[in-house]
């Protein structure tokens, strides 16, 4: 079934993404069969849009085989992912090997035949995320999460034939779904005869395991190098920690920035 490209709401300045890490992260891409595997999380430190793209060039003129166990991640990048397999004429078949969740569900309506293993998983939701800023940065972040929620019900419902009514209660509900159950929705179109791997495992820790991979996290997310630096060392305070193995979940250290703001004169 062909999909079009969606258009991407713009992401907003001081969205934090929650940072998901799982145990044996594995990419992979081979020409010669077409296959993409990913078997990780989706974005920044995962399966990135810059990934796919080198898989696809690779592959060149022949159809594509993207093989799915994932739980999601940055649903921006999910939808970027979406655009780049749809936008390759020669045709994309999406394997559901285990978890298709979140954002990894995006990519998987990318397929022109979507195939899931028995006792593989899809799990849609609504657009989830934070923010550091004032009342107008949480103002957007509503806003285009929003957006957000409306394009990705839309590409379902493009996908099952379903009204995007349907797909939106199905996204407010967290639905998670088996092969069948997807399959009998129009979420896929076939059940693999082959057995579901695992799920991926959740890492113990997630998020950056130091000072300069915090700051560089928010630098990425649009703040001054200055403003980083104070910020980091914040949080790193706050935690009374400076060890280069201590790793940071980004929730945590948010809460310990806005503890400390009265101390950064911003």
Known sequence: MKLSPVEIPQKPKGLVIKAFAVDAPHFAADAA???????EPIGAGGADPSKVSAALRSIGNRPAIVRLNSPGGDVFAGMTI???LRAHKPGVIVEVLGLAASAASVIAMAGDEIRMARASELMIHR???????????????SAVLD??????????????GLTVAATA???????????????????ADAVLQRDAAPPPRMSASAGPANKPELEQELRRLGYSRSIA???????????????????????????AVIR???????
Do not use: C, H
């Open 127 to 141: 657009a989830e995320g934070g923010a550091v800023g004032n009342s107008d940065t949480f103002k957007q972040m």
């Open 82 to 84: 979406f655009n780049q």
């Open 147 to 160: 957006q957000v929620d409306g394009v990705l019900a839309k590409i379902y419902a493009d996908r099952t």
């Open 229 to 255: 630096n104070r910020m980091t060392a914040a949080a790193w305070s706050a935690r009374g920690q400076d060890a280069p193995e201590f790793a940071v979940d980004l929730e945590r250290v948010a809460a």
């Open 260 to 266: 400390n703001f009265s101390n950064l004169n911003l």
């Open 33 to 39: 069969s077409g296959v993409i595997e990913i078997f």
């Open 169 to 187: 209660r199905l996204m407010a509900d967290e639905t998670f779904m088996t092969a069948d159950q997807a399959v009998g929705l129009g979420f």
